[in-house]
């Protein structure tokens, strides 16, 4: 079995900072592109940042500046660095990762259960 858990989100204020992060666990051979993904309250889900195995990272127009990505290949652990938030990040936010499992064969694509990010006065 193999596992993306996410932690770290919560209520944050306007113009404030948060630091989300997803550990794989489980059989993990190979971890291979990690992403972010939001869905906000009433909308669909979006593409926030993402990472490939060798960091080269690619953002969402609506993020460029004010989030980072950024990965641990040790832990097999994808973060998110937000600052200058605002009310329209408030989202669940959802990683994502191409994995290859011990015994496997090719790269299956795994999804984190997501957690609730607010930016609220």
């Known amino acids: 079995q193999v596992q993306l858990v996410e932690s770290g989100g919560g209520l944050v204020q306007p113009g404030g900072s948060l630091n989300i992060s997803c550990v794989g666990s489980g059989s993990i051979f190979a971890v291979y592109g990690m992403a972010w993904h939001r869905r906000p309250p009433g909308k669909q889900r979006e593409l926030v940042a993402a990472i490939t195995s060798s960091g080269l990272t690619k953002y969402a127009d609506s993020v460029k500046g004010r989030f980072a990505i950024s990965r641990d290949h040790a832990k097999n652990t994808v973060y998110l660095q937000m600052n200058n938030l605002e009310p329209e990040d408030t989202a669940v936010y959802y990683c994502?990762?191409?994995?290859?499992?011990?015994?496997?064969?090719?790269?299956?694509?795994?999804w984190g259960q997501g957690t609730q990010v607010t930016v609220s006065s």
């Open positions: 994502n990762a191409d994995i290859v499992r011990t015994g496997g064969v090719g790269r299956v694509n795994y």
